[in-house]
């Protein structure tokens, strides 16, 4: 009889074979961490400041998510990815929050990216100890639903100072290590996760825009 678990993780193996994506593969980074200083300190108050407003998720498919994003969310909860070890509070999908957040960063920190800010979407995500989020692509159904379609790109920036546990996979690239203000492109449909097992909160941003 065949093990259940094994049996749902070849569900993934399986699409992801059929997707292309194989980590013997080395996909080139380029972090611009030199040329961007984000304020911090003041994101991390700001978020202290609104917890009122946050969103409280674990991974489960969005009413804006793609039929592909659903399927990868299905296959993630049969492997046992749930509320208890993928939940975050993020802040910005708001207008008004997602302004206040542009106002944070400031215009030079758009400039380094060659994101126009008045078309972009900034989200604070909190992962607290003990939750991630698990292997997935991006759809960008959040931004495109507020801004519509064109050329758009999205970044990971590190808000707070890396610590315990602290981890960004990004394909075969596993990131840590990093500085507030590191900034990696997340191309497009390409894999990854992000996790927080260690001893602090983990705040980093989602800032997704067209291109200048």
């Known amino acids: 009889m065949k093990n259940n678990a094994f049996t749902r993780q070849n569900y993934y193996h399986e699409y992801l074979k059929k997707r292309g994506v194989n980590l013997n593969e080395h996909l080139d980074i380029t972090s611009i961490e030199t040329h961007t200083t984000i304020p911090y300190q003041e994101i991390i108050n700001w978020t202290n400041e609104n917890l009122d ?3 409280k998720v674990g991974y489960v498919p969005r009413p804006y998510s793609t039929d592909d994003n659903i399927r990868q969310a299905v296959m993630l909860q049969h492997m046992g990815f749930n509320e208890h070890n993928t939940t975050n509070m993020n802040w910005g999908l708001d207008d008004e929050d ?3 957040l542009i106002e944070m960063l400031g215009g030079s920190f758009f400039e380094a990216i060659n994101i126009d800010k008045t078309k972009c979407l900034v989200r604070v995500l909190r992962y607290d100890p003990g939750h991630g989020i698990p292997l997935h692509s991006d759809g960008f159904g959040g931004f495109t639903d507020k801004f519509g379609e064109g050329n758009a790109k999205r970044y990971f920036v590190a808000v707070s100072p890396w610590d315990w546990g602290h981890f960004f996979q990004l394909h075969d690239n596993m990131i840590h290590h990093w ?3 590191y900034t990696v492109e997340v191309p497009y449909h390409v894999f990854h996760c992000s996790g927080n097992v260690g001893i602090s909160p983990k ?8 291109t200048k």
Do not use: C, R, S
Request: aromatic share 12%.
């Open 98 to 100: 997602n302004e206040a």
């Open 203 to 210: 705040y980093t941003l989602t800032v997704t825009g067209f």
């Open 53 to 55: 407003k946050a969103l």
């Open 179 to 181: 500085k507030p203000g």
